[in-house]
Nanobody, 123 residues
Framework: QVQLAEAGGRLVHSGGSLRLSCAAS????????MAWFRQVPGKEREFVGS????????DYADTVKGRFSISKDSEENTMYLQMTNLKPEDTALYYC????????????????WGQGTQVTVSS
């Protein structure tokens, strides 16, 4: 059974940077893609970015493209989300997710989720 655990969320000032991590435990070789989503109360969980676990290719939402980047450490079974030039509208609960299949930006395609880590950007 694979489990995901996010870490790194905190309060940061607008324009600042932050790195989130998502540590996967268990048989991670079964999973082909991982992603970051975020959610604010009262809104749908939205796609942030994804990475192909074996190929390393990435994809990003337009709202974060050029500011956020995803990387992975295969030996440590950890995915990272480097966030720069943070804006108040980036405030959300950030989740990592995994799936058996190619990268996707659809929430419904991912069946394994972490508990989330809160990122708050002050203006």
């Amino acid at each position: 059974q694979v489990q995901l655990a996010e870490a790194g969320g905190r309060l940061v000032h607008s324009g600042g940077s932050l790195r989130l991590s998502c540590a996967a435990s268990g048989r991670t070789s079964s999973y082909y893609a991982m992603a970051w989503f975020r959610q604010v109360p009262g809104k749908e969980r939205e796609f942030v970015g994804s990475v192909s676990w074996h190929g390393g290719t990435t994809d990003y939402a337009d709202t974060v493209k050029g500011r956020f980047s995803i990387s992975k450490d295969s030996e440590e079974n950890t995915m990272y989300l480097q966030m720069t030039n943070l804006k108040p509208e980036d405030t959300a609960l950030y989740y990592c997710a995994a799936r058996v299949g190619p990268r996707s930006n659809l929430r419904s395609d991912y069946h394994l989720w972490g508990q989330g880590t809160q990122v708050t950007v002050s203006s």
